[in-house]
């Protein structure tokens, strides 16, 4: 390989790496035109955030905190749509294994924030977060798991306990551009429903004086699913900027 592929390569992978140790602004949003049984659409743009924390006296290996808060659209029961912030989540990954394959692991809280109770659960919900990702010049294998129950909040709204799996499978393509999929399996445990997604999608990265710029576009079909009024097609797209990297 080149110096400008293995330059190239190393680029995109530190900019797609949940786990690489850099401050980060990501803006993404998914877009669901039709969900299965319904002709109602929905609508999450996220706005996230991640800081690195060096290790310490107390704590010995580096974290990763990460925030993400949605801007949501779902269907209004009484009239049309309703559009506004989610519920906050927030996770704080302890990295155990920096070298070869690396891993992550820590806990993670969501609030409830929602302004409309459509956008939001109206519990408090906390869990574990788990990564694993092996990085080489030819891309990004791994994925990022996820669990959390409610523990408290509105009484009058339903109890939550969800799982999600999103595996990431990026490869390398010259000049910093890059194919991904990166779907997220969700389950909802306490209704025994789930929907799996299968995405492929195109992306590039690029160095902006000290920063990553790192724009992609990534269509996602559900291929099984179990339940009513889940996504049937989505498009999942976003710009990821890495600092100082």
Same mark, same amino acid.
């Given at each position: 390989?080149?110096?400008?592929?293995?330059?190239?390569?190393?680029?995109?992978?530190?900019?797609?790496?949940?786990?690489?140790?850099?401050?980060?602004?990501?803006?993404?949003?998914?877009?669901?035109?039709?969900?299965?049984?319904s002709?109602?659409?929905?609508?999450?743009? #996220? &706005? $996230?955030? *991640? +800081? =690195? @924390?060096?290790?310490?006296?107390?704590?010995?290996?580096?974290? #990763? &905190? $990460?925030? *993400? +808060? =949605? @801007?949501?659209?779902?269907?209004?029961?009484?009239?049309?749509?309703?559009?506004?912030?989610?519920?906050?989540?927030?996770?704080?990954?302890?990295?155990?294994?920096?070298?070869?394959?690396?891993?992550?692991?820590?806990?993670?809280?969501?609030?409830?924030?929602?302004?409309?109770?459509?956008?939001?659960?109206?519990?408090?919900?906390?869990?574990?977060?788990?990564?694993?990702?092996?990085?080489?010049?030819?891309?990004?294998?791994?994925?990022?798991?996820?669990?959390?129950?409610?523990?408290?909040g509105?009484?009058?709204?339903?109890?939550?306990?969800?799982?999600?799996?999103?595996?990431?499978?990026i490869?390398?393509?010259?000049?910093?551009?890059?194919?991904?999929?990166?779907?997220?399996?969700?389950?909802?445990?306490?209704?025994?429903?789930?929907?799996?997604?299968?995405?492929l999608?195109l992306?590039?990265?690029?160095?902006?004086?000290?920063?990553?710029?790192?724009?992609?576009?990534?269509?996602?079909?559900?291929?099984?699913?179990?339940?009513?009024?889940?996504?049937?097609?989505?498009?999942?797209?976003?710009?990821?900027?890495?600092?100082?990297?």
């Amino acid at each position: 390989m080149t110096q400008a592929l293995a330059d190239n390569a190393e680029t995109a992978n530190k900019s797609n790496n949940p786990l690489n140790l850099a401050p980060g602004l990501n803006l993404q949003d998914y877009y669901t035109p039709q969900l299965y049984d319904s002709n109602l659409h929905t609508n999450d743009a #996220l &706005l $996230r955030g *991640t +800081l =690195p @924390i060096a290790p310490g006296d107390v704590i010995g290996v580096p974290q #990763l &905190l $990460r925030a *993400t +808060l =949605p @801007i949501s659209t779902r269907p209004d029961p009484h009239h049309g749509y309703s559009t506004g912030i989610g519920d906050l989540n927030l996770f704080d990954i302890f990295l155990l294994k920096t070298e070869g394959v690396q891993l992550g692991i820590g806990p993670q809280i969501t609030a409830p924030t929602a302004e409309h109770d459509e956008l939001g659960t109206g519990k408090w919900q906390a869990g574990l977060a788990a990564v694993a990702i092996d990085a080489s010049p030819r891309g990004l294998l791994g994925a990022l798991a996820q669990y959390q129950r409610s523990f408290a909040g509105d009484s009058d709204r339903h109890s939550v306990e969800t799982a999600t799996f999103q595996p990431f499978i990026i490869h390398n393509l010259p000049k910093g551009w890059y194919v991904r999929s990166t779907g997220t399996w969700t389950y909802d445990l306490k209704n025994n429903t789930h929907y799996i997604p299968v995405g492929l999608g195109l992306g590039k990265a690029w160095k902006a004086g000290s920063n990553i710029l790192n724009a992609f576009v990534e269509p996602q079909w559900t291929v099984e699913r179990k339940g009513d009024d889940l996504p049937q097609f989505t498009v999942f797209a976003g710009l990821n900027i890495t600092f100082g990297k």
